[in-house]
């Protein structure tokens, strides 16, 4: 394997398009599985990230084998030696045709809504997907790229066979890829987890792409490199949105904090094991919360080295003490003093906020749980005294029975939410959504 998932790739990839900085640039990401990776891209070099609607023409009878594709601005590609090899009629690839192409306007509506697409006349076009098999996907992305006016293409992929290149012929200007095998049968086998990125992932990088950019010319994070202005008042009419870096205990733990315009509080987030500030399912309810005029704090309770110890991932005190100093860190902040703190945790990431919301020190207004491991907390329950919700999927059937029980041990307001139909990482469609707006509800009741 050459990549653990979409997050690793993305990163790894960014570090060599290190030359586009500083460019008039648009990153556009293929959805779905090519978005993650675009979006840590487009972080790297702080630009925008777009999608390019490009949908697969599959073999009828081998779907994933692509003998074409279509995409918007009218664009179709055809691979004639894979429809004659294969044997697929006029009739057969009119009707894959016909398919996908309703698919291509649902996905437009969903990711878009009444938005249109970034702008790419004159600009770098760096169009990136997560692997490149046949080449028909990238082809099409290209080409809508130039009929959209790029002065620019660059294509960007983690994989690809040896030659690459020469199936797209000179489509693109530049091409980047880090693995060229010439071993090549599918993208999947070069991850460790490849498994399908969801709608709402899709989403939730497209929005806290658009949030961090709406808010470009907010001042800078605290803790960040000090400017001239360092000396003047925060202005709470303006949005901010910065990474910043957190001092904890003598480690620096990364984070990305988010303040809209007169937001009455923020909401911490702690992340399950395996997972960290860039969790996808945490961003979309980290921009519902925004939307909402909520501000969030989204960081690694650990950093890439205490990571690597296992032990460290389940350490509930050690977790919950990282979100307690984070707590303590942003009361200091002159952009989020006075302000009312929530903590959402995840998995179980809800075991540590649930445990640091139990200090008997601790002045936290509410607490949502998604999925969460909550009898992680042990004897910690009954000392909670935030309003707490638990959110849990109908399907989820073991963690349902955990969070029944926990309900049982709170002594504060608190109620247990199911989500019909969802199972333990809401992958179902509407089900993120759900969480997203119960907990929405739940903290601008009580932070506001």
Same mark, same amino acid.
């Given at each position: 394997?050459?990549?653990?998932?979409?997050?690793?790739?993305?990163?790894?990839?960014?570090?060599?398009?290190?030359?586009?900085?500083?460019?008039?640039? %648009?990153?556009?990401?293929?959805?779905?599985?090519?978005?993650?990776?675009?979006?840590?891209?487009?972080?790297?070099?702080?630009?925008?990230?777009?999608?390019?609607?490009?949908?697969?023409? +599959?073999?009828?009878?081998?779907?994933?084998?692509?003998?074409?594709?279509?995409?918007?601005?009218?664009?179709?590609?055809?691979?004639?030696?894979?429809?004659?090899?294969?044997?697929?009629?006029?009739?057969? @690839?009119? &009707?894959?045709?016909?398919?996908?192409?309703?698919?291509?306007?649902?996905?437009? #509506?969903?990711?878009?809504?009444?938005?249109?697409?970034?702008?790419?006349?004159?600009?770098? %076009? /760096?169009?990136?997907?997560?692997?490149?098999?046949?080449?028909?996907?990238?082809?099409? =992305?290209?080409?809508?790229?130039?009929?959209? +006016?790029?002065?620019?293409?660059?294509?960007?992929?983690?994989?690809?066979?040896?030659?690459?290149?020469?199936?797209?012929?000179?489509? &693109?200007? $530049?091409?980047?890829?880090?693995?060229?095998?010439?071993?090549?049968?599918?993208?999947?086998?070069?991850?460790?987890?490849?498994?399908?990125?969801?709608?709402?992932?899709?989403?939730?990088?497209?929005?806290? !792409? #658009?949030?961090?950019?709406?808010?470009?010319?907010?001042?800078?994070? =605290?803790?960040?490199?000090?400017?001239?202005?360092?000396?003047?008042?925060?202005? #709470?009419?303006?949005?901010?949105?910065?990474?910043?870096?957190?001092?904890?205990?003598?480690?620096?733990?990364?984070?990305?904090?988010?303040?809209?315009?007169?937001?009455? +509080?923020?909401?911490?987030?702690?992340?399950?094991?395996?997972?960290?500030?860039?969790?996808?399912? !945490? #961003?979309?309810?980290?921009?519902? /919360?925004?939307?909402?005029?909520?501000?969030?704090? @989204?960081?690694?309770? /650990?950093?890439?080295?205490?990571?690597?110890?296992?032990?460290?991932?389940?350490?509930?005190?050690?977790?919950?003490?990282?979100?307690?100093?984070?707590?303590?860190?942003?009361?200091?902040?002159?952009?989020?003093?006075?302000?009312?703190?929530?903590?959402?945790?995840?998995?179980?990431?809800? =075991?540590?906020?649930?445990?640091?919301?139990?200090?008997?020190?601790?002045?936290?207004?509410?607490?949502?749980?998604?999925? +969460?491991?909550?009898?992680?907390?042990?004897?910690? @329950?009954?000392?909670?005294?935030?309003?707490? @919700?638990?959110?849990?999927?109908?399907?989820?059937?073991?963690?349902?029975?955990?969070?029944?029980?926990?309900?049982?041990?709170?002594?504060?307001?608190?109620? /247990?939410?199911?989500?019909?139909?969802?199972?333990?990482?809401?992958?179902?469609?509407?089900?993120?959504?759900?969480?997203? $707006?119960?907990?929405?509800?739940?903290?601008?009741?009580?932070?506001?």
């Amino acid at each position: 394997m050459y990549f653990t998932d979409r997050t690793d790739a993305g990163r790894r990839l960014a570090a060599r398009l290190n030359h586009l900085k500083g460019q008039d640039l %648009v990153v556009v990401g293929l959805p779905r599985g090519g978005v993650p990776v675009a979006a840590q891209i487009a972080e790297a070099l702080g630009a925008p990230l777009d999608v390019c609607l490009v949908r697969k023409l +599959g073999v009828p009878f081998q779907p994933e084998l692509a003998m074409g594709a279509i995409g918007e601005e009218g664009v179709r590609v055809v691979n004639e030696p894979v429809v004659r090899g294969m044997g697929v009629t006029d009739r057969d @690839l009119a &009707a894959v045709e016909e398919h996908e192409r309703g698919v291509l306007e649902q996905r437009a #509506r969903r990711y878009r809504g009444e938005r249109q697409p970034a702008r790419y006349e004159g600009r770098t %076009v /760096l169009v990136v997907d997560d692997g490149l098999a046949t080449g028909s996907t990238a082809l099409a =992305a290209c080409r809508i790229a130039r009929a959209r +006016g790029a002065s620019r293409i660059v294509l960007a992929v983690p994989v690809a066979p040896h030659d690459w290149s020469a199936r797209l012929g000179g489509e &693109a200007d $530049e091409g980047v890829c880090l693995h060229t095998p010439r071993q090549f049968h599918a993208i999947g086998e070069f991850y460790a987890d490849f498994g399908q990125t969801s709608d709402e992932e899709v989403i939730a990088c497209l929005e806290h !792409n #658009r949030v961090a950019h709406a808010t470009s010319d907010a001042p800078p994070a =605290a803790g960040s490199a000090s400017s001239e202005h360092d000396s003047l008042p925060y202005d #709470r009419s303006v949005p901010y949105d910065r990474s910043v870096r957190i001092p904890a205990g003598g480690a620096a733990l990364d984070g990305r904090l988010t303040v809209p315009r007169g937001a009455p +509080g923020v909401v911490l987030f702690a992340h399950g094991s395996g997972s960290s500030r860039k969790s996808p399912r !945490n #961003r979309f309810v980290a921009t519902g /919360l925004n939307r909402a005029g909520l501000g969030t704090l @989204l960081f690694d309770l /650990l950093t890439e080295a205490e990571a690597v110890n296992r032990d460290n991932v389940f350490d509930t005190a050690l977790l919950a003490r990282r979100l307690t100093q984070a707590t303590e860190w942003l009361r200091e902040q002159p952009d989020t003093q006075g302000m009312e703190f929530g903590y959402f945790g995840a998995s179980t990431g809800a =075991a540590a906020a649930l445990w640091a919301a139990a200090e008997p020190a601790a002045d936290v207004t509410a607490v949502v749980s998604r999925g +969460g491991r909550p009898d992680l907390a042990g004897p910690r @329950l009954p000392e909670v005294k935030a309003p707490t @919700l638990l959110i849990v999927g109908g399907r989820d059937h073991l963690v349902l029975d955990l969070n029944r029980q926990a309900a049982a041990r709170l002594s504060c307001e608190h109620q /247990l939410a199911i989500v019909p139909g969802a199972t333990h990482l809401f992958e179902e469609p509407g089900t993120l959504e759900s969480v997203t $707006e119960l907990a929405t509800d739940w903290f601008s009741g009580h932070l506001a």
